[in-house]
């Protein structure tokens, strides 16, 4: 008897456990599953947006991590859909990101109110950990014009088309003249500043801070009157005609929209023009979303109105303000569609689970455009207003 109690006493903390364990998990499930459902998602289901969850540990970690938890989970191959940018869609037209809190997302918002997470030395991060990933890899899911931004699909049919209709748009925006110098903060793989030199005959000057870009961009301008700065946007100097800002934004955070507005500010001649190509959001926040801070964009956060409201005002005069988003829709898509295409080339370097998360992030953007919770901004500023007044180009 004497052991039989003592046999009991080993193994009651092990059922106790246990008991929390699945207790936890029927937590976990009935609340995960309840939000799915009310996005129209069943599990198991047999739509296209419908989810299948192969490891039942998918609900704690939704739970606890939200939306880091579910990116991570379909990394692992926890989870699986036929459609995941409709999926994703789903959830975002049911609100379901406003439905929870993770401990990920707290730590976040703390460090972007307690510091400046895109000083020179930490914006680095981004251009190490994302844009030297490789640029055999970014030509073959961006096509010939080598475009990282939203396309323009307006009497588009192909990829290329749209690019090109989109930096073409940037040029008449600018009312680009031959001659004209034009500064470029953030410059990628330098389409654009060729696309400027040669087709509207201006000189250019770039910037960026990703090696890999720069080389790139050297390279595909030889000959141009470009010249291509390895370096930050805040150490742009000298005296322009114009200047553009695509797809730099991002990677700026609300701390330092000031600088960025100065910098294009003090480097433009009077009644001189300034274009800003940004994704934006529909609230204000100052971090971005936990999983793709982790795993694509380090640092990264998306403008409000109200946040770049306040920094062009007293500086320059809005001329025009044009949303694109529905755009980018079409533009990710088609990125992912090269990039799952051309896969089995970069298969043994990169790993199933980058494969995971390349989907995961092309994807759950389109979803996300197209639920129209982001969304994609041209914006046209001029130094001191334009003589005559500005009209607008679409």
Same mark, same amino acid.
């Given at each position: 008897?004497?052991?039989?109690?003592?046999?009991?006493?080993?193994?009651?903390?092990?059922?106790?456990?246990?008991?929390?364990?699945?207790?936890?998990?029927?937590?976990?499930?009935?609340?995960?599953?309840?939000?799915?459902?009310?996005?129209?998602?069943?599990?198991?289901?047999?739509? *296209?947006?419908?989810? $299948?969850?192969?490891? +039942?540990?998918?609900?704690?970690?939704?739970?606890? /991590?939200?939306? #880091?938890?579910? !990116?991570?989970?379909?990394?692992?191959?926890?989870?699986?859909?036929?459609?995941?940018?409709?999926?994703?869609?789903?959830?975002?037209?049911?609100?379901?990101?406003?439905?929870?809190?993770?401990?990920?997302?707290?730590?976040?918002?703390?460090?972007?109110?307690?510091?400046?997470?895109?000083?020179?030395?930490?914006?680095?991060?981004?251009?190490?950990?994302?844009?030297?990933?490789?640029?055999?890899?970014?030509?073959?899911?961006?096509?010939?014009?080598?475009?990282?931004?939203?396309?323009?699909?307006?009497? *588009?049919?192909?990829? $290329?088309?749209?690019? +090109?209709?989109?930096?073409?748009?940037?040029?008449? /925006?600018?009312? #680009?003249?031959? !001659?004209?110098?034009?500064?470029?903060?953030?410059?990628?793989?330098?389409?654009?500043?060729?696309?400027?030199?040669?087709?509207?005959?201006?000189?250019?000057?770039?910037?960026?801070?990703?090696?890999?870009?720069?080389?790139?961009?050297?390279?595909?301008?030889?000959?141009?009157?470009?010249?291509?700065?390895?370096?930050?946007?805040?150490?742009?100097?000298?005296?322009?005609?114009?200047?553009?800002?695509?797809?730099?934004?991002?990677?700026?955070?609300?701390?330092?929209?000031?600088?960025?507005?100065?910098? *294009?500010?003090?480097?433009?001649?009077?009644?001189?023009?300034?274009?800003?190509?940004?994704?934006?959001?529909?609230?204000?926040?100052?971090?971005?979303?936990?999983?793709?801070?982790?795993?694509?964009?380090?640092?990264?956060?998306?403008?409000?109105?109200?946040?770049?409201?306040?920094?062009?005002?007293?500086?320059?005069?809005?001329?025009?303000?044009?949303?694109?988003?529905?755009?980018?829709?079409?533009?990710?898509?088609?990125?992912?569609?090269?990039?799952?295409?051309?896969?089995?080339?970069?298969?043994?370097?990169?790993?199933?689970?980058?494969?995971?998360?390349?989907?995961?992030?092309?994807?759950?953007?389109?979803?996300?455009?197209?639920?129209?919770?982001?969304?994609?901004?041209?914006?046209?500023?001029?130094?001191?207003?334009?003589?005559?007044?500005?009209?607008?180009?679409?």
């Amino acid at each position: 008897m004497e052991t039989d109690r003592e046999n009991i006493q080993i193994r009651s903390p092990d059922l106790t456990h246990s008991f929390k364990n699945i207790l936890s998990l029927k937590i976990a499930k009935e609340k995960i599953t309840r939000l799915l459902n009310d996005a129209g998602i069943t599990v198991q289901g047999g739509n *296209a947006w419908d989810i $299948d969850i192969h490891d +039942e540990r998918f609900y704690n970690r939704v739970l606890l /991590k939200w939306t #880091l938890g579910f !990116g991570e989970s379909y990394m692992d191959g926890w989870w699986d859909t036929e459609s995941l940018d409709q999926l994703v869609c789903k959830l975002y037209l049911a609100n379901t990101d406003g439905k929870g809190n993770s401990l990920p997302g707290a730590i976040d918002l703390c460090r972007s109110r307690l510091i400046n997470c895109q000083t020179k030395s930490r914006s680095q991060k981004v251009a190490h950990v994302h844009y030297d990933l490789g640029n055999d890899m970014y030509a073959e899911m961006l096509g010939k014009t080598m475009q990282y931004t939203c396309a323009y699909w307006k009497e *588009a049919e192909t990829l $290329d088309e749209a690019q +090109e209709n989109k930096l073409d748009l940037i040029c008449r /925006k600018l009312h #680009l003249q031959k !001659g004209e110098r034009v500064l470029e903060l953030g410059c990628g793989w330098g389409g654009f500043a060729r696309f400027a030199a040669e087709k509207y005959g201006v000189e250019v000057d770039a910037y960026n801070i990703s090696r890999e870009q720069v080389k790139f961009a050297r390279e595909l301008n030889r000959g141009l009157p470009v010249t291509i700065h390895l370096a930050d946007y805040r150490d742009a100097a000298g005296s322009y005609d114009k200047v553009a800002a695509i797809g730099l934004c991002e990677h700026v955070g609300y701390k330092n929209y000031p600088t960025l507005m100065n910098v *294009a500010h003090r480097c433009l001649k009077p009644h001189g023009l300034f274009l800003l190509h940004t994704i934006a959001n529909n609230f204000t926040t100052t971090y971005c979303d936990p999983w793709f801070n982790k795993y694509i964009f380090p640092e990264g956060m998306l403008p409000s109105v109200r946040q770049l409201g306040e920094t062009i005002e007293g500086l320059f005069v809005m001329e025009d303000w044009h949303n694109f988003g529905p755009d980018y829709d079409d533009t990710l898509l088609a990125w992912y569609h090269n990039f799952d295409r051309s896969w089995d080339r970069y298969r043994e370097q990169y790993g199933e689970r980058f494969y995971r998360m390349w989907k995961f992030y092309l994807l759950s953007l389109a979803g996300s455009f197209r639920a129209r919770r982001i969304q994609l901004w041209q914006i046209v500023m001029s130094k001191n207003g334009l003589p005559g007044g500005y009209e607008s180009v679409r």
